[in-house]
């Protein structure tokens, strides 16, 4: 109140502190409820250990109910004294789980339908403990005992965020939400059954010649009220054929035309109604579970991109607020982006051709927006212009493949005529390498034969000059 009164005369003080005064006051305000949120989450009542422990004590304590009910012979307390001492255990426990709960809520523990439920179960189950001790001879108060096995629809809202439960939760919900839709329509049903009974109770109730012949139509059709028991029969189709139909048919055939539109109109009119707006209903759960889940999850990737976003910043070593290539591959290697990578859906083998994608002005570097709205852009749902782009892309890929198999072709064609060279080439150098062996065998045999020689010489020349002839010798020879 005091808050509530300062915020008031704030409003109405002078206008030059005004926005800033409640601009204080909000962010008060927000701190406190940010607070109250933190203290509700921390609280033991909040615990899934706890929750899980209420949950197991609520089966037990209503399978105990179950075996109360067989084996407790009378409604004296000495005839009954251990399962009231289980009872009592078991009260007492609800009790404190009542007391955490209303600490951890304060007055918004009764805005929970649930919490008021359970409200009212541990107060009859009190007042029947209660009554149990005080009064001689007496069992308590029946109304209670027989609650208290609707306890455990408690553990329905705990099952409510398990998946494997998921299921179960939507048909329990979908009845519960179809319930004021099931209201109207037992209403309409009623109409109509009573509508029918009235007409069968005048048509056939009150005719003597069915009341001589047919000795049940008393039972059936004697009474507005037993007519309708006898149209609730036709509803069901329990033995109507036997019982209803065939003496109607017999006694008083006119009165068929009431019993078949029951079952039109009813049987698979009425009753069918249900069943739809159970199924619409949970058709509609799922669509909301559906949508609450992809808006979490946008929110989660807003934040994660958000993340990614400031890392990014944390990465710009120099601050141009761009990241070259190589510093774009050392900051998708983080461990912590490479999370986010997979939890976004993007496998951190192909992050590195993320580079061409985001750098849309191709600039050789990526500035934050660029990052953050290619990664957009691959967890987004593709539009018409992204289509457009794409099957541009793909058109200029193809023209470019085109191109280089062109130039693949005239490359071939260029190779073949250098391997042809080459082909001469290689048997001018063999005749080259072969008149090269012949030249080299030539020139070992003329070595050869040059070394003969000058042995020969050389043995020419040592006889000569052991065996040079003598000047009278040669003198006498001549004369």
């Known amino acids: 109140m005091e808050g509530l009164k300062s915020v008031v005369g704030m409003i109405t003080g002078r206008k030059g502190g005004n926005q800033y005064r409640l601009q204080t006051v909000f962010e008060q305000m927000n ?78 523990y009764f805005i929970d339908p649930w919490n008021v439920f359970d409200y009212t179960l541990v107060v009859l189950n009190c007042a029947d403990l209660v009554i149990s001790i005080s009064s001689e001879g007496s069992g308590g108060i029946k109304l209670a005992s027989t609650l208290r096995v609707f306890r455990l629809l408690r553990v329905v809202r705990s099952i409510r965020g398990l998946k494997m439960f998921y299921g179960l939760w939507m048909i329990i919900q979908g009845l519960l939400d179809s319930l004021r839709t099931m209201t109207w329509v037992a209403v309409l049903l009623l109409i109509i059954v009573y509508c029918i009974a009235v007409a069968l109770t005048t048509l056939v109730g009150h005719d003597e010649y069915v009341h001589e012949h047919w000795l049940e139509s008393e039972q059936y059709v004697g009474r507005v009220w037993r007519s309708m028991w006898t149209v609730i029969q036709i509803i069901t189709l329990d033995n109507w054929a036997t019982d209803i139909a065939r003496p109607l048919m017999e006694f008083a055939p006119a009165s068929l035309f009431f019993v078949f539109l029951t ?44 993340s990614m976003g400031e890392e990014f910043n944390d990465a710009d070593l120099d601050g141009n607020g761009e990241l070259e290539y190589d510093e774009f591959k050392r900051l998708i290697r983080t461990s912590s982006l490479q999370y986010k990578f997979r939890l976004l859906g993007i496998q951190v083998d192909e992050a590195e051709s993320l580079f061409e994608l985001m750098d849309a002005d191709k600039s050789g570097a990526v500035t934050p927006e660029e990052f953050i709205t290619g990664l957009q852009k691959l967890k ?29 072709k005239q490359l071939n064609i260029q190779a073949d005529i250098i391997q042809e060279r080459l082909n001469d080439v290689g048997k001018g150098i063999t005749h080259e390498l072969t008149d ?26 040592l006889n000569r000059q052991l065996e040079f002839p003598s000047l009278a010798k040669d003198m006498n020879d001549f004369y």
């Not at 289509?387 to 062109?406: D, G, T």
């Open 263 to 306: 079952i039109i109109v009813c049987t698979f009119g009425v009753m069918n109604i249900i069943i739809a707006v159970m199924v619409e209903r949970m058709q509609t759960i799922a669509q909301e579970n559906k949508d609450m889940t992809s808006s979490v999850l946008q929110h989660t990737e807003q934040e994660l991109l958000k």
């Open 380 to 408: 987004g749902i593709a539009k018409g212009q992204d289509l457009v782009q794409l099957i541009c892309f793909a058109q200029k890929q193809c023209l470019r493949a085109v191109r280089f198999v062109e130039r693949l």
């Open 436 to 461: 090269r062996k012949k030249a080299s065998s030539r020139n070992e045999i003329v070595w050869k034969n040059a070394a003969s020689r000058e042995k020969v010489i050389t043995k020419l020349d």
């Open 31 to 108: 701190a406190e409820f940010a607070e109250d949120a933190k203290k509700r989450k921390d609280h033991v009542a909040n615990n899934p250990y706890f929750n899980c422990g209420i949950a197991v004590l609520i089966v037990v304590n209503t399978i105990m109910i179950g075996v109360e009910v067989d084996h407790a012979r009378g409604d004296a307390l000495e005839d009954r004294i251990g399962f009231f001492l289980l009872d009592f255990i078991f009260a007492f426990v609800f009790f404190v789980e009542m007391l955490f709960r209303q600490n951890q809520l304060g007055w918004d």
